[in-house]
């Protein structure tokens, strides 16, 4: 599984709509309202890597009131979900 983080610049006057609009893309898992810099954070779940270019410039980018994204992909996944799941199913960290 490929996450990516996608900042996202909107037109103000739009932000609740294009964040709707955005959460129905099938391969956003969240969309965040923020501060600062950016108005919005989506978070992007693929299988492969090669996806990415179908739903960000492919597909959100195209969403009305999107005007601007900047794209970060994660490594790794460090959440105390993840942690809790882990030890649920009796992995033990070195």
Not at 6 to 26: G, S, Y
């Amino acid at each position: 599984m490929v996450t990516a983080i996608v900042l996202i610049k909107a037109d103000v006057a739009r932000i609740p709509q294009t964040a709707e609009a955005i959460a129905q893309i099938p391969q956003v898992s969240e969309v965040y309202s923020v501060t600062g810099e950016f108005d919005l954070v989506a978070m992007v779940r693929v299988r492969e890597h090669d996806e990415l270019g179908d739903v960000i410039p492919g597909t959100l980018n195209r969403v009305a009131g999107v005007t601007h994204t900047e794209t970060h992909i994660a490594f790794r996944t460090y959440s105390r979900h993840d942690l809790e799941a882990a030890f649920a199913i009796g992995y033990a960290p070195d």
